[in-house]
Protein backbone atom coordinates (compact mmCIF):
# COMPACT_ATOMS: atom_id res chain seq x y z
CA UNK A 1 0.00 0.00 0.00
CA UNK A 2 1.44 3.30 -0.82
CA UNK A 3 2.46 5.59 1.99
CA UNK A 4 0.47 8.73 0.62
CA UNK A 5 -2.98 7.17 0.57
CA UNK A 6 -5.05 6.65 3.45
CA UNK A 7 -6.36 2.82 3.94
CA UNK A 8 -9.89 2.49 4.68
CA UNK A 9 -11.77 -0.83 5.34
CA UNK A 10 -15.34 -1.86 4.71
CA UNK A 11 -16.31 -4.19 7.34
CA UNK A 12 -18.47 -7.38 6.99
CA UNK A 13 -19.13 -9.60 10.10
CA UNK A 14 -20.04 -13.19 8.73
CA UNK A 15 -22.21 -15.38 10.88
CA UNK A 16 -20.05 -18.08 12.88
CA UNK A 17 -23.03 -20.38 12.83
CA UNK A 18 -20.34 -23.07 10.13
CA UNK A 19 -18.13 -22.74 12.56
CA UNK A 20 -17.67 -26.31 13.67
CA UNK A 21 -16.76 -26.11 17.10
CA UNK A 22 -17.92 -23.72 20.18
CA UNK A 23 -14.81 -22.32 21.43
CA UNK A 24 -15.09 -21.95 25.35
CA UNK A 25 -14.09 -17.94 24.85
CA UNK A 26 -16.43 -17.79 21.77
CA UNK A 27 -19.69 -15.55 21.65
CA UNK A 28 -19.16 -14.28 17.95
CA UNK A 29 -22.33 -12.04 18.31
CA UNK A 30 -21.50 -10.52 21.67
CA UNK A 31 -17.91 -10.03 20.45
CA UNK A 32 -18.91 -8.68 16.91
CA UNK A 33 -22.02 -6.20 18.41
CA UNK A 34 -23.15 -8.34 14.99
CA UNK A 35 -26.37 -11.08 14.63
CA UNK A 36 -27.68 -13.02 12.35
CA UNK A 37 -26.43 -14.27 9.01
CA UNK A 38 -25.32 -11.57 6.34
CA UNK A 39 -26.31 -12.05 2.58
CA UNK A 40 -25.79 -10.99 -0.58
CA UNK A 41 -27.74 -7.92 -0.51
CA UNK A 42 -26.57 -7.22 3.29
CA UNK A 43 -22.82 -6.62 1.62
CA UNK A 44 -23.99 -4.64 -1.40
CA UNK A 45 -25.99 -2.37 0.81
CA UNK A 46 -23.30 -1.68 3.53
CA UNK A 47 -20.37 -1.49 0.05
CA UNK A 48 -22.83 1.15 -1.29
CA UNK A 49 -23.07 2.83 2.58
CA UNK A 50 -19.69 2.94 2.65
CA UNK A 51 -18.70 4.13 -0.58
CA UNK A 52 -20.90 7.17 -0.25
CA UNK A 53 -18.74 8.58 2.46
CA UNK A 54 -15.21 7.53 1.61
CA UNK A 55 -12.59 9.84 -0.45
CA UNK A 56 -12.10 8.58 -3.91
CA UNK A 57 -8.61 9.49 -4.24
CA UNK A 58 -5.79 8.91 -2.77
CA UNK A 59 -7.47 5.98 -0.64
CA UNK A 60 -6.94 2.57 -0.62
CA UNK A 61 -10.10 0.70 0.43
CA UNK A 62 -10.45 -3.27 1.59
CA UNK A 63 -13.50 -5.36 2.12
CA UNK A 64 -13.05 -7.42 5.16
CA UNK A 65 -14.99 -10.25 6.20
CA UNK A 66 -15.07 -10.54 9.55
CA UNK A 67 -15.73 -13.11 11.82
CA UNK A 68 -13.53 -15.75 12.04
CA UNK A 69 -15.57 -18.96 10.13
CA UNK A 70 -15.74 -17.64 6.51
CA UNK A 71 -14.44 -20.40 4.50
CA UNK A 72 -16.47 -23.13 7.25
CA UNK A 73 -20.02 -21.57 5.78
CA UNK A 74 -21.32 -23.37 3.01
CA UNK A 75 -19.78 -23.20 -0.07
CA UNK A 76 -22.25 -21.60 -2.24
CA UNK A 77 -22.91 -18.93 0.37
CA UNK A 78 -18.78 -17.79 0.45
CA UNK A 79 -19.46 -17.93 -3.33
CA UNK A 80 -22.21 -15.35 -3.17
CA UNK A 81 -20.99 -13.09 -0.63
CA UNK A 82 -17.59 -12.57 -2.79
CA UNK A 83 -19.28 -12.11 -6.27
CA UNK A 84 -21.53 -9.25 -4.82
CA UNK A 85 -17.53 -7.48 -4.70
CA UNK A 86 -16.23 -8.23 -7.57
CA UNK A 87 -18.01 -5.35 -9.77
CA UNK A 88 -16.53 -2.85 -7.17
CA UNK A 89 -13.43 -4.44 -7.37
CA UNK A 90 -13.17 -4.36 -11.50
CA UNK A 91 -14.43 -0.77 -11.07
CA UNK A 92 -11.26 0.11 -8.67
CA UNK A 93 -13.61 1.08 -5.85
CA UNK A 94 -12.55 -1.50 -4.22
CA UNK A 95 -8.77 -2.59 -3.94
CA UNK A 96 -8.51 -5.94 -2.06
CA UNK A 97 -10.90 -8.48 -0.09
CA UNK A 98 -9.83 -9.83 3.50
CA UNK A 99 -11.37 -12.86 5.18
CA UNK A 100 -10.78 -14.91 8.37
CA UNK A 101 -11.01 -18.35 9.07
CA UNK A 102 -10.01 -21.24 10.81
CA UNK A 103 -6.91 -23.04 9.87
CA UNK A 104 -8.79 -26.32 9.90
CA UNK A 105 -10.86 -25.18 6.96
CA UNK A 106 -8.52 -24.40 4.39
CA UNK A 107 -8.19 -26.74 1.14
CA UNK A 108 -7.25 -26.16 -2.12
CA UNK A 109 -11.14 -26.26 -3.44
CA UNK A 110 -11.27 -23.03 -0.63
CA UNK A 111 -8.17 -21.72 -2.26
CA UNK A 112 -9.17 -22.27 -5.55
CA UNK A 113 -12.59 -19.80 -4.86
CA UNK A 114 -10.74 -17.07 -3.04
CA UNK A 115 -8.06 -16.74 -5.79
CA UNK A 116 -10.95 -16.89 -8.31
CA UNK A 117 -12.68 -14.16 -6.16
CA UNK A 118 -9.44 -11.74 -6.11
CA UNK A 119 -8.92 -12.36 -2.10
CA UNK A 120 -5.37 -11.41 -1.59
CA UNK A 121 -5.44 -11.82 2.27
CA UNK A 122 -6.35 -14.62 4.63
CA UNK A 123 -6.37 -14.34 8.74
CA UNK A 124 -6.49 -17.74 10.60
CA UNK A 125 -7.42 -17.89 13.79
CA UNK A 126 -4.43 -19.90 15.36
CA UNK A 127 -4.89 -18.87 18.74
CA UNK A 128 -2.10 -21.34 20.15
CA UNK A 129 0.22 -23.75 19.05
CA UNK A 130 0.35 -26.04 22.29
CA UNK A 131 -2.14 -28.67 21.34
CA UNK A 132 -3.55 -29.09 24.73
CA UNK A 133 -4.35 -25.41 25.21
CA UNK A 134 -6.42 -25.73 22.08
CA UNK A 135 -8.12 -29.26 23.08
CA UNK A 136 -8.94 -27.36 26.29
CA UNK A 137 -10.46 -24.57 24.40
CA UNK A 138 -12.21 -26.96 22.29
CA UNK A 139 -10.54 -25.04 19.38
CA UNK A 140 -11.19 -28.73 17.16
CA UNK A 141 -7.71 -28.14 15.41
CA UNK A 142 -4.28 -29.32 15.94
CA UNK A 143 -0.88 -26.99 15.70
CA UNK A 144 -0.30 -29.03 12.47
CA UNK A 145 -3.22 -27.54 10.81
CA UNK A 146 -1.91 -24.49 11.43
CA UNK A 147 1.60 -25.36 9.98
CA UNK A 148 -0.47 -27.12 6.72
CA UNK A 149 -3.12 -24.09 6.28
CA UNK A 150 -0.15 -21.46 6.57
CA UNK A 151 1.92 -23.63 3.77
CA UNK A 152 -0.72 -23.87 1.52
CA UNK A 153 -1.57 -20.29 1.69
CA UNK A 154 1.51 -18.48 1.20
CA UNK A 155 2.39 -21.12 -1.92
CA UNK A 156 -0.55 -19.96 -3.47
CA UNK A 157 0.68 -16.14 -3.02
CA UNK A 158 -1.50 -14.72 -0.52
CA UNK A 159 -0.67 -12.42 2.48
CA UNK A 160 -1.07 -15.00 5.41
CA UNK A 161 -2.14 -13.32 8.91
CA UNK A 162 -2.39 -15.00 12.17
CA UNK A 163 -4.46 -14.18 15.58
CA UNK A 164 -3.06 -15.73 18.52
CA UNK A 165 -4.56 -15.20 22.20
CA UNK A 166 -3.17 -14.32 25.60
CA UNK A 167 -4.60 -16.45 28.44
CA UNK A 168 -6.46 -19.30 27.39
CA UNK A 169 -7.21 -21.92 30.16
CA UNK A 170 -4.04 -24.07 30.18
CA UNK A 171 -1.83 -21.38 29.15
CA UNK A 172 0.98 -19.30 30.60
CA UNK A 173 3.76 -17.10 29.63
CA UNK A 174 5.69 -19.25 27.92
CA UNK A 175 3.55 -21.29 26.21
CA UNK A 176 2.43 -18.12 24.62
CA UNK A 177 6.48 -17.23 23.78
CA UNK A 178 6.92 -20.95 22.36
CA UNK A 179 3.25 -20.55 20.72
CA UNK A 180 4.95 -16.94 18.82
CA UNK A 181 8.14 -18.93 18.06
CA UNK A 182 6.44 -21.26 16.16
CA UNK A 183 4.58 -18.70 14.27
CA UNK A 184 7.48 -17.08 13.29
CA UNK A 185 8.88 -20.22 12.00
CA UNK A 186 6.27 -20.42 9.65
CA UNK A 187 6.95 -16.18 7.86
CA UNK A 188 3.33 -15.40 8.38
CA UNK A 189 2.86 -11.68 7.12
CA UNK A 190 0.72 -9.82 9.95
CA UNK A 191 -0.76 -10.87 13.47
CA UNK A 192 -3.09 -10.25 15.60
CA UNK A 193 -2.75 -10.39 19.83
CA UNK A 194 -5.80 -10.78 21.40
CA UNK A 195 -6.26 -11.17 25.47
CA UNK A 196 -8.81 -13.08 26.18
CA UNK A 197 -12.20 -11.64 27.89
CA UNK A 198 -14.69 -13.89 29.86
CA UNK A 199 -17.70 -13.15 27.34
CA UNK A 200 -21.10 -13.50 28.67
CA UNK A 201 -23.01 -16.65 27.31
CA UNK A 202 -19.82 -18.68 26.83
CA UNK A 203 -18.80 -22.10 28.60
CA UNK A 204 -15.31 -19.91 29.92
CA UNK A 205 -18.04 -17.81 32.07
CA UNK A 206 -19.43 -20.60 33.65
CA UNK A 207 -15.65 -21.39 34.48
CA UNK A 208 -14.88 -18.32 36.10
CA UNK A 209 -17.99 -18.49 37.89
CA UNK A 210 -17.34 -22.12 39.42
CA UNK A 211 -13.88 -20.29 40.30
CA UNK A 212 -12.10 -22.94 37.72
CA UNK A 213 -10.67 -20.11 35.55
CA UNK A 214 -9.31 -16.81 36.51
CA UNK A 215 -8.21 -14.58 33.85
CA UNK A 216 -5.42 -12.36 33.50
CA UNK A 217 -5.00 -9.02 35.01
CA UNK A 218 -4.09 -5.90 33.08
CA UNK A 219 -0.17 -5.73 34.07
CA UNK A 220 -0.18 -9.44 33.01
CA UNK A 221 -1.60 -9.43 29.82
CA UNK A 222 0.52 -5.89 28.90
CA UNK A 223 3.38 -7.97 30.09
CA UNK A 224 2.78 -11.01 28.08
CA UNK A 225 1.22 -8.79 24.86
CA UNK A 226 4.56 -7.15 25.13
CA UNK A 227 6.85 -10.04 24.88
CA UNK A 228 4.93 -11.28 21.88
CA UNK A 229 4.77 -8.23 20.08
CA UNK A 230 8.69 -7.94 20.42
CA UNK A 231 8.86 -11.56 19.13
CA UNK A 232 6.90 -10.28 16.00
CA UNK A 233 8.43 -7.11 15.40
CA UNK A 234 11.98 -8.49 15.36
CA UNK A 235 11.06 -10.78 12.76
CA UNK A 236 10.06 -8.01 10.62
CA UNK A 237 5.85 -9.29 11.27
CA UNK A 238 3.97 -6.51 11.41
CA UNK A 239 1.53 -6.83 14.33
CA UNK A 240 -1.73 -4.78 13.09
CA UNK A 241 -3.65 -5.19 16.49
CA UNK A 242 -3.42 -4.85 20.00
CA UNK A 243 -6.90 -6.16 22.00
CA UNK A 244 -10.20 -6.56 20.98
CA UNK A 245 -12.06 -4.22 19.05
CA UNK A 246 -14.01 -2.10 21.44
CA UNK A 247 -17.83 -1.99 20.44
CA UNK A 248 -20.54 -0.36 21.54
CA UNK A 249 -21.56 -3.05 24.17
CA UNK A 250 -18.39 -3.74 25.08
CA UNK A 251 -17.12 -0.28 25.77
CA UNK A 252 -20.55 0.04 28.20
CA UNK A 253 -19.29 -2.95 29.92
CA UNK A 254 -22.81 -5.25 28.91
CA UNK A 255 -20.78 -8.25 27.34
CA UNK A 256 -17.42 -8.65 29.11
CA UNK A 257 -18.12 -10.23 32.43
CA UNK A 258 -14.46 -10.12 33.93
CA UNK A 259 -10.99 -9.94 31.64
CA UNK A 260 -8.45 -7.29 30.88
CA UNK A 261 -10.08 -5.09 28.42
CA UNK A 262 -8.47 -1.48 27.70
CA UNK A 263 -9.84 0.25 24.83
CA UNK A 264 -6.31 1.83 23.77
CA UNK A 265 -4.26 -1.68 24.75
CA UNK A 266 -1.84 -1.31 22.05
CA UNK A 267 -0.68 2.15 23.38
CA UNK A 268 -0.07 0.05 26.99
CA UNK A 269 1.76 -2.47 25.46
CA UNK A 270 4.53 -0.31 23.29
CA UNK A 271 4.47 2.33 26.37
CA UNK A 272 5.67 -0.24 28.42
CA UNK A 273 8.54 -1.59 25.73
CA UNK A 274 9.28 2.24 25.74
CA UNK A 275 9.31 2.40 29.43
CA UNK A 276 12.43 -0.15 29.77
CA UNK A 277 14.02 0.51 26.56
CA UNK A 278 14.39 4.07 28.78
CA UNK A 279 15.57 1.66 31.30
CA UNK A 280 17.88 -0.32 30.00
CA UNK A 281 19.41 3.49 28.34
CA UNK A 282 19.71 4.57 31.49
CA UNK A 283 20.98 1.48 33.65
CA UNK A 284 24.42 2.13 34.24
CA UNK A 285 23.62 5.56 35.47
CA UNK A 286 23.33 6.76 39.38
CA UNK A 287 21.29 10.27 39.99
CA UNK A 288 20.89 12.27 37.08
CA UNK A 289 19.78 15.84 37.96
CA UNK A 290 18.59 16.39 34.34
CA UNK A 291 17.72 14.19 31.37
CA UNK A 292 16.29 15.44 27.75
CA UNK A 293 14.24 12.53 26.05
CA UNK A 294 14.13 13.57 22.18
CA UNK A 295 11.00 11.71 20.30
CA UNK A 296 9.40 12.30 16.91
CA UNK A 297 5.74 13.84 17.36
CA UNK A 298 4.01 10.73 16.12
CA UNK A 299 5.75 8.86 19.48
CA UNK A 300 5.43 11.33 21.87
CA UNK A 301 2.05 9.35 23.05
CA UNK A 302 3.45 6.03 23.59
CA UNK A 303 6.49 7.71 25.62
CA UNK A 304 4.49 9.57 27.64
CA UNK A 305 2.59 6.57 28.79
CA UNK A 306 -1.61 6.98 29.40
CA UNK A 307 -1.60 9.50 32.25
CA UNK A 308 2.09 10.30 31.99
CA UNK A 309 2.58 7.15 33.96
CA UNK A 310 6.03 6.55 32.46
CA UNK A 311 6.92 10.12 32.86
CA UNK A 312 6.01 9.63 36.25
CA UNK A 313 7.67 6.30 36.84
CA UNK A 314 10.91 7.06 34.76
CA UNK A 315 11.77 10.30 36.72
CA UNK A 316 11.05 8.45 40.05
CA UNK A 317 12.93 5.82 39.11
CA UNK A 318 15.94 7.32 38.65
CA UNK A 319 15.53 10.47 40.72
CA UNK A 320 15.31 12.87 38.43
CA UNK A 321 15.29 16.38 39.49
CA UNK A 322 14.00 18.13 35.78
CA UNK A 323 13.05 15.48 33.11
CA UNK A 324 11.92 16.76 29.52
CA UNK A 325 10.45 15.29 26.41
CA UNK A 326 10.94 17.23 23.00
CA UNK A 327 9.37 16.39 20.08
CA UNK A 328 12.14 16.73 17.69
CA UNK A 329 10.48 15.97 13.37
CA UNK A 330 14.35 14.66 13.08
CA UNK A 331 14.55 11.70 14.76
CA UNK A 332 13.55 8.48 12.94
CA UNK A 333 10.16 7.01 14.35
CA UNK A 334 10.75 4.70 16.96
CA UNK A 335 13.96 5.72 18.69
CA UNK A 336 14.55 7.57 21.78
CA UNK A 337 17.57 10.04 21.62
CA UNK A 338 18.80 10.69 25.37
CA UNK A 339 20.41 13.54 26.69
CA UNK A 340 22.02 14.22 30.47
CA UNK A 341 25.19 14.95 31.77
CA UNK A 342 26.45 16.55 28.68
CA UNK A 343 25.86 13.03 26.97
CA UNK A 344 23.83 11.34 23.88
CA UNK A 345 22.64 8.11 23.81
CA UNK A 346 20.35 6.89 21.06
CA UNK A 347 18.26 3.96 20.53
CA UNK A 348 15.74 2.62 18.09
CA UNK A 349 13.26 -0.11 19.20
CA UNK A 350 14.67 -2.46 16.88
CA UNK A 351 18.17 -2.47 18.32
CA UNK A 352 16.44 -2.83 22.02
CA UNK A 353 15.14 -6.06 20.58
CA UNK A 354 17.67 -7.45 19.24
CA UNK A 355 19.54 -6.67 22.12
CA UNK A 356 16.94 -8.23 24.28
CA UNK A 357 17.29 -11.35 22.11
CA UNK A 358 20.98 -11.63 23.16
Do not use: W
Not at 64 to 91: H, K, M, N
Not at 221 to 242: A, G, M, P, W, Y
Not at 258 to 276: K, N, W
Not at 329 to 354: A, G, P
Amino acid sequence: MSKDKRHYIIPIFVSHRGCPHDCIFCNQKKITGQGGDVGAEDVKNKIEEYLETLPKENAVVELAFYGGSFTAIPYDQQEALLRVVQPYIAQGAIQNIRVSTRPDCIDLRVIELLKANKVQIVELGVQSMDDEVLRISNRGHSSQDVVNAVALLKDHGFTVGVQVMVGLPGDSMQKCIDTVKSLIELKPDIARIYPVLVITNTYLEQLYHRGEYVPLSLDETIERCKNLLILFERSNIDVIRIGLQPTENILEGKEVVAGPFHSSMRQLVVSAIYRDMILYMLKDTEAISELEIFVHPQDISDILGQKRNNFDYIRNHKKIEKLRITQKVDIERQSILLKYDEKLHKMSRKDFHNIMAN
